[in-house]
């Protein structure tokens, strides 16, 4: 077998995987931030199974001084503070390794780049084909035909493996040595090397290029010209410093052993636990299989199979430690065959009767439905279960007659639409949708375990499996037991056995139940119980309502539009092609860079991805739009092709074939501000800053001839919001005389009268309303609106001076996160900031800007939801027969009777404007048509 060594960059690796998941980090249970352990797991796993190495290691550094910091002091001096959840997952991480055993090197005085080359230069001596495996640039070094850099996949790209062609092309030298000169005379801010001032990537090359050698810069800077020579020769002796301290050390004290180096089998005395601790189901299912269980692996490691298809054996002493919960209680392996329960199959009259009779008597039951599939709007019922008492359960198998189904489902109805009979949940909304296609609609105060713990801690998984797992120490039965793994096989609980399904449905109810008991008092703990009685839980009989309504589209204007944009689009391409002189593929980024920048030249200065290629993403080519129209010719073709696509020839596809409308689906628990989501499609999408984009709203029309669109848009809700919370009283001011926010912001930040502002002056106003409550810098501002940094600086600062209100409201709002670590909206909903603490600025400034914004846009969140509430009991009181049927961002549409178009619209108003009592007026815009860019 030929020998294959990777070296593991470990802390370089670790950084890459904390960072790739710093907007959605992964959490446990315990609140322990598994990002870094995850990601370097995956990273691990991925070479392993891929790549199959015969050898492998992970080299660290340590904390001693090494030669480079005694050659240049400032070495490394301004490094960031390693974020606090980081420098918590290294334990794991060691753990991680040691339980895949895999050799760790370290060596004081030596960092971990000198260890990696000088064991990748011996090993290449010993006939190894080494792969170094880094995200960072250095090692390009000492790339040659036997060495290699392994680049892991990240953000959706693939793995990169460069050896020495691609190291020439990319630094675009003769001799892989040259790497070493341009990071000398670039420097690196990151390891603080200085470098030559003046001096950054591109020149670099281009000076490498003719000179061949730092040295050759230095004895020629004569021949250079201007502030370039100057640098070169005052900043000579700097630069050959920094060419030394990017110099890898290659005779590192160290010895390869070659037999310590060979990959073992994996631990899996140390790996279960390890796994359980973090909660790692996927992780392990793809090490040991997919019988891998995080609450058995707590306590009963089992003989398995390992990640390379061996039979491990585990000696009967071996245990794993049980952790503790989130109540610091045990956590026992506990499933259905080792837990005591009672689950009752009810498939006779007379049973069911006995039953109806018990659930009668409750003030509240947890139930759960069985269906044929996961779309509520297709779905047919299969079954429902039933829980009052925890270990018990009830199932009641329906068939597939319908006729018979629904004689059962009226046994049920004095239950089911009890209004005193409270009603807990999982994921409540769908099967109250599935009973609404039988006219059965449930009735009573809801409980939604989902939605609860989506309250207590929105930024984690809110799955029942989970929740089981994590709070109950409890693995319910996969249902790919039952129906099969997913993919075109899979089958449909109406293909199972009743007896086997049984246990499965009444398992649901049981863990709903046990759940919910769980999740009431942490509501109360967290000051969440008056969001969830009266504004999330409420709100899913809006939205049940909502989506069975779905909205009519026009397939033929819609497939009329999808042929006029595939000829704009033919037309834009070829444009593209006549000005650029010669055909290419426009849909690769790798080619329309090369024809931009290399062809056209209209940026020297253009910007390369880590990959090497042209960076020609919308914002690049946005700021080259004015120096050459191909530029908009392509923005226009990318964005056509994405309305075409996403949209006009998708939504067609999504007609429900039983009502002929589209049934979107709301997501309660997915935006931890609060807000509203939705899929299939996603209304919250949907263009409506460009012409073409407001076209596909056309396609959303009333239901018939006697209907109409109403749409009602909250008014700069969220700049509204935020001078109610922050008392700013110039802002209160403005809002209360119903002067326009962004001319009375221009006319106090450029001193001058409201009638004085012109349109430029109200957009950079605008920019700036907007941009402060997202924590825009002055170099954002002024990116943004194309103005000198200094003007975006005096702006903002104008603008404190005049809105002192709204930098109090900053300050506050950043010290109350700092000592409760979380913020609240008015209604009390909470956005718990973990890193607003940190001492990495990168991190602590991601928690910074969410706690100034959460509490505008959860605000902005709340007040919709309660506006959708009151108006769906009104429609219903007044017994009217208009629908709402659409919420997207700020906005609400109705599909209204054309007689009921007045009372709607006094509902309407009354409701959005006094959702929350507030100082500040909210005002709403309602329009009306026949389709919805009509009435918007």
Known sequence: MDKKLFLLDGMALIYRAHFALSKTPRFTSGGINTSAVMGFANTLLEVLKKEKPSHIAVVFDTEAPTERHTDFEA?????????????????????????????????????????????????????????????????????????????????????????VKEVLAKWEIERVDQVIDILGLWGDAVDNIPGIPGIGEKTAKALIKQYGSMENIIANAHELKGKQRENIENFAEQGLVSKKLATIILNVPIEFNETALQLEEPSRELLEPLFAELEFRTIGRRVFGEEFNVNEAKANPSGQKDLFGNDVTVTPEVKATSQPSLFDTPIDAKNISNTPHNYILVDTPEARKELIKTLLQQQSISFDTETTGTDANLADLVGLSFAIHVGEGYYIPVPADRATTQAILDELRPVLENEKIAKIGQNIKYDMLVLKWYDVEIKGELFDTMLAHYLIDPDTRHNMDVLSENYLGYTPISITALIGAKGKAQGNMRDVPVESVVDYAAEDADVTLQLANIFKPMLVERNATKLATEIENPLIYVLADMEKEGVRIDIDTLNAYSSELQQEIIKAEQSVYDKAGLKFNLASPKQLGEVLFDHLKLDPKAKKTKTGQYQTGEDVLTLLANKSDIVQDILDFRQMQKLKSTYVDALPLLVNPKTGRVHTSYNQAVAATGRLSSNNPNLQNIPIRTERGREVRKAFIARDADHILLSADYSQIELRIIAEISKEENMLDAFSKGIDIHTATAAKVYGIGIEEVDSMQRRNAKAVNFGIIYGQSAFGLSQNLNIPRKEAAEIIEQYFIQYPGIKRYMSDTMNFARENGFVETIMGRRRYLRDINSANATVRSYAERNAINAPIQGSAADLIKIAMINIHHDIKAQQLQSKMTMQVHDELVFDVVKTEVAQMKAIIANRMKTAIKTQVPIEIEIGEGDNWLAAH
Do not use: W
Request: a negative charge; one cysteine or more.
């Open 75 to 163: 070495y490394k001096a301004h490094r960031e503070a390693m974020p606090e959840d980081l420098s918590k997952a290294l334990p794991y991480v060691f753990r991680l390794i040691e339980g895949f055993n895999i050799p760790v090197i370290t060596l004081d005085g030596y960092e971990a780049d000198d260890i990696i080359g000088t064991l990748a230069k011996e090993a290449e001596r010993q006939d190894f084909k080494v792969f170094c495996m880094t995200p960072d640039k250095d090692f390009a070094q000492l790339v040659s035909d036997h060495i290699f850099i392994y680049k892991p996949a990240r953000m959706g790209n693939e793995m990169e493996i460069l050896g």
